[in-house]
């Protein structure tokens, strides 16, 4: 009897020293949402970072992913709520507004937003001060780079239509950096605004009558899901092509440069562990990216009859050939 009552003493006194942040991961199955406009590479990429952590799908996490179009983001964002998740993976700008719509309770984590503190989502990158924090990316910067790549890779054009919603928050801090780089280039931008692939019939006859020489598409995470639609446009008008990811690339997208996101993503799973293990958003300083990619597709190249000069090729991190 003795011998029981110690024992039952000693196992009280081992549990209270157990933090409750401790005590929850050990008897609770955590529920992670993703909320993105349709899955891709970079969602595998979030996933296996998630892997890499130790969280195994159906045995400590249970991940509830939801895809669809802008329209439907809040709704879907709502559904995740219900389901009460612990913390809401929400990649891009459409749907960090979704998610931040849907709930102020719930961490989100972000990863490849081109302003978090312009579009209302962090107070700033070192004190994110709400419930959303993890990566942003920086389009106004690269969308410099961009154009300056694509003078080097097209050294005698100098008419370019910039495709580009301009409903998009960062549309004026992507256009005021473009257009500084433009004329410092001696280039001449044409802005088109298309939102939807639906758009670009109508923007088709604005580039011939513009007499435009290549296309720049701007950041649009609509662009990103019509981006094999935006390729063969630019092949069925010849015109070369700069875009904003390697993605782009490997759709036909003639050149692309831009963050990472694969990284980005990846990157994005080290929050939802720190919060599945109890730290606040709140807590967590918001990261820019670290790694760059510039792509070239010579597949794209030699159906426009272009040639690429040799040391824009040996710059690039890889080449489609």
């Avoid at 004190?127 to 890779?153: D, H, M, Q, Y």
């Avoid at 088109?192 to 435009?212: E, F, N, P, Y």
């Avoid at 662009?223 to 063969?232: H, M, P, S």
């Amino acid at each position: 009897m003795h011998g029981t009552v110690f024992f039952w003493l000693l196992a009280t006194a081992l549990l209270a020293t157990i933090s409750p942040a401790v005590a929850q991961q050990a008897k609770k199955s955590f529920r992670v949402g993703i909320l993105e406009n349709v899955a891709s590479p970079r969602t595998e990429a979030f996933l296996q970072g998630m892997r890499d952590l130790g969280y195994v799908d159906g045995k400590n996490i249970t991940v509830d992913a939801r895809f669809g179009p802008d329209d439907r983001l809040l709704d879907l964002a709502s559904e995740l709520v219900r389901l009460n998740v612990d913390v809401i993976f929400a990649p891009n700008t459409n749907a960090i507004q979704a998610a931040k719509q849907a709930t102020q309770t719930i961490a989100i984590v972000m990863a490849v937003p081109s302003d978090a503190i312009g579009s209302g989502f962090v107070a700033s990158l070192a004190r994110p001060g709400g419930n959303i924090t993890g990566l942003t990316s920086i389009f106004a910067e690269v969308s410099a780079k961009r154009l300056e790549l694509f003078k080097e890779t097209l050294p005698r054009v100098s008419r370019i239509a910039v495709l580009a919603d301009i409903t998009r928050p960062w549309h004026s801090a992507v256009m005021k950096a473009l257009d500084e780089t433009a004329r410092a280039l001696r280039m001449n931008l044409q802005i088109l605004d298309v939102r939807h692939a639906g758009d670009l019939d109508r923007a088709s006859t604005a580039i011939m009558k513009g007499r435009t020489e290549a296309l720049f598409f701007a950041p649009n995470p609509v662009f990103f899901v019509e981006r094999k639609t935006l390729a063969d446009f630019s092949s069925k008008h010849r015109l070369p092509s700069n875009c904003v990811s390697a993605e782009f690339a490997e759709a036909g997208c003639l050149i692309a440069y831009g963050a990472d996101s694969a990284d980005l993503y990846r990157r994005a799973a080290t929050y939802v562990d720190k919060i599945l293990k109890g730290t606040k958003p709140t807590d967590l300083p918001v990261e820019r990216p670290m790694k760059f990619e510039f792509v070239i597709n010579l597949k794209a190249a030699k159906q426009i009859g272009l040639t690429i000069p040799p040391n824009v090729l040996a710059r690039a991190d890889r080449v489609i050939r």
